[in-house]
């Protein structure tokens, strides 16, 4: 057996090239193609990102994107992490733990984004890091035959294409509705690519992409991205409608096109996440034939708590003092004054008696809005010490819509 270093020799990347053998060996040794890799390329952030090594041989790889996600309040920077691997045989060496950390000091001591993201390959992992479950998705399967809805898409015109044609059309509606929901993320011509990337080798026998814009008087008001997957029972076709996105900017378009998926030509069922309040789960007549799933999203874990609940908005005022518990990042773990009102927050360091005690995997939780303190202080994950304090917090927490990303980054 090689022998390895006790503690994994850390530095930035020089390009993907970098992360390659390594991603490509803890996914599983399915190799992409040359156009997957200038896609991974052309987002990736070489001298963000962090590379171990062990007795000089690359054992652990973490991508960093300079990301603007919306928060509750508006358009923020974000670090997303992405690609956070680790070689087989280096596994349960603390390679991972001394990456994350590297990251998340490096964000402290250079004063950059406040707020650390990702999406997550396995749900437990990134809890001890800090990281809290901060969106959820809902997965809906809708019958054809049980697609009925309660509104029908007015006078929307619905064009049918490829991305490549309809590509100023997402752009368009994209950029209106970016704003809407906290954990949208704006997209640059690179991330924009991205998101209508169409490698034959990732379709998993599913056609080519395809997409529908919804017009208002001739203007583009909603899109959908889908593609279709052949299924046949008993000779009847039940194809299988798989939606990746679908936005509007009214009610009437998102109704359109839902009407339009639900009506493809041998769709046997519409298939699509979602988030948790989409106006689809309300225009079903029923609901339960859609057999709703729930499942996590995005992970978010604040780098410097006072920084970060100073730059998000909150729904009400309120006078709240937080224990905050965070070995990872001893220079959280204080008690916090946090002063909400109309024009965003005020947080400050306290030696004041706590309201609220938490640790920082439960900040992280809460910071898109979209997670209930009183169901965290029900389970036992944070504790009151002021009565009336964990409604308060709260209501000047939640955000209404829910979060949502349709990213993985």
């Not at 690519?193 to 992409?209: E, F, K, M, N």
């Not at 409608?241 to 339009?260: I, M, N, T, Y």
């Not at 780098?303 to 309120?318: F, I, K, N, P, W």
Request: charged share 25%; with cysteine.
């Amino acid at each position: 057996m090689p022998e390895f270093s006790a503690v994994p020799e850390l530095s930035t990347a020089d390009s993907w090239e970098d992360v390659v053998p390594v991603a490509e060996l803890a996914y599983g040794g399915y190799e992409h193609s040359a156009e997957y890799h200038a896609s991974a390329a052309s987002i990736f952030e070489p001298k963000r990102s962090v590379i171990a090594r062990t007795g000089g041989r690359t054992c652990g790889t973490c991508a960093v994107y300079s990301l603007e996600m919306t928060l509750p309040g508006g358009p923020r920077p974000v670090a997303g992490l992405g690609y956070v691997t680790v070689a087989p045989e280096h596994r349960r060496r603390g390679v991972m733990s001394a990456m994350v950390r590297r990251v998340l000091h490096t964000l402290h001591d250079s004063g950059a984004e406040a707020v650390a993201a990702l999406n997550t390959t396995e749900a437990g992992i990134y809890g001890r890091f800090g990281f809290g479950l901060a969106s959820q998705a809902v997965k809906v399967r809708i019958a054809r035959h049980a697609g009925d809805l309660r509104v029908d898409g007015g006078d929307r015109a619905v064009r049918i294409g490829g991305p490549e044609e309809h590509a100023a059309a997402i752009a368009a509606v994209y950029a209106q509705c970016v704003g809407e929901r906290p954990g949208m993320l704006r997209r640059d011509a690179a991330w924009a690519a991205r998101a209508v990337l169409d490698l034959p080798d990732h379709r998993g026998g599913s056609g080519r992409l395809l997409c529908m814009v919804a017009e208002d008087e001739g203007e583009p008001s909603g899109y959908a991205l889908y593609r279709l997957t052949s299924a046949w029972v008993d000779s009847v076709p039940r194809y299988e409608v798989s939606v990746r996105e679908l936005f509007a900017r009214d009610p009437a378009s998102g109704a359109a096109l839902w009407h339009a998926l639900l009506d493809v030509d041998l769709a046997g069922s519409v298939v699509a996440d979602r988030p948790v309040d989409d106006p689809v789960l309300a225009l079903l007549t029923d609901l339960r034939s859609a057999a709703p799933v729930l499942r996590d999203q995005l992970h978010v874990r604040l780098v410097d708590v006072d920084r970060a609940l100073e730059q998000r908005g909150y729904a009400t005022e309120t006078d709240i003092v937080l224990d905050v518990t965070d070995p990872l990042c001893p220079w959280n773990e204080r008690r916090f004054r946090l002063r909400t009102g109309a024009e965003g927050g005020e947080c400050r360091p306290t030696t004041a008696p706590a309201d609220l005690e938490l640790t920082a995997r439960e900040l992280g939780s809460l910071h898109l809005g979209g997670t209930s303190l009183v169901q965290l202080a029900r389970a036992g994950l944070v504790r009151e010490l002021r009565p009336g304090a964990v409604r308060a917090a709260a209501t000047a927490f939640r955000h209404d819509p829910a979060p949502f990303c349709p990213v993985v980054f």
